[in-house]
């Protein structure tokens, strides 16, 4: 009590700088019946400018595909464009049974913090995760990635969230392309999030010039009051498609 009245007189944060300010946030998947604990900020946007250092709608219910089709993706090796916080990557070697995990993200202060999450949830030096600074566009060969194809190649792309910006779509779809050539048998899987439907549209008419088939999958999000964990909105659309080289067959086709 004799500290109340200095708590009561103390001036309080702004929202604007409580926003910026970084909290632990765990995801529980009920499906699985498991978690994943992140170090993220509350903003849409961080100081830095980055939208990638909190987890989105399209990553929580890509997550939630996932674990309802743990088949899709166990066994396998992963590779995982504009990670952010590293959430899919996460799950899927933590609870999704994949044989490698590789979290990738454009900005190198994003690929820092999420080096922190996946230590955070037990994985620092395990050899089911690892994660790289990937700038799309910008060819993979002569890397180190293109030698991860030769030695033990990625059967999944996974992505959420990344189509949102216009500009850099077709440097997104370029990279794609160059995956998909190193290993025609690739399969993608990426979630959006759809606040502008001509953005999705640019994005899948982008894959059909660089010959990439994308199909809907039938995923319909829980109604918020029905959820079980993870738990999101749902009241702006979210998709997620299946990409395949053009003429492989697609067993997610509808």
């Not at 953005?199 to 008419?205: G, L």
């Amino acid at each position: 009590m004799s500290l109340l009245p200095s708590f009561l007189s103390s001036n309080l944060p702004s929202e604007s700088t409580i926003a910026q300010q970084k909290a632990y946030v765990t995801y529980t998947f009920s499906h699985l019946n498991a978690s994943v604990t992140l170090l993220e900020y509350r903003s849409v946007i961080s100081s830095s400018g980055t939208t990638g250092l909190r987890t989105w709608e399209a990553a929580l219910h890509l997550g939630s595909f996932l674990a309802s089709n743990p088949e899709s993706v166990a066994g396998k090796n992963v590779l995982e464009l504009g990670a952010g916080t590293g959430l899919l990557s996460i799950l899927c070697a933590e609870g999704l049974g994949v044989k490698r995990a590789m979290a990738t993200d454009g900005d190198e202060g994003v690929v820092d913090a999420l080096k922190s999450n996946i230590f955070l949830n037990g994985l620092e030096g395990s050899r089911k995760i690892e994660s790289s600074v990937l700038r799309w566009g910008r060819t993979i060969r002569t890397t180190a990635f293109e030698e991860d194809f030769d030695d033990d190649p990625y059967d999944i792309v996974l992505g959420a969230d990344i189509t949102y910006d216009k500009t850099v779509v077709p440097w997104l779809a370029s990279t794609l392309r160059e995956l998909f050539d190193l290993r025609p048998s690739l399969e993608a899987f990426i979630s959006a999030t759809i606040r502008n439907e001509d953005t999705f549209n640019a994005f899948v008419y982008a894959c059909g010039r660089n010959h990439l088939d994308v199909k809907d999958i039938e995923f319909e999000p829980v109604p918020v009051h029905s959820q079980t964990g993870p738990f999101y909105p749902v009241d702006t659309p979210i998709r997620i498609v299946h990409i395949t080289s053009k003429g492989s067959h697609d067993p997610f086709a509808i």
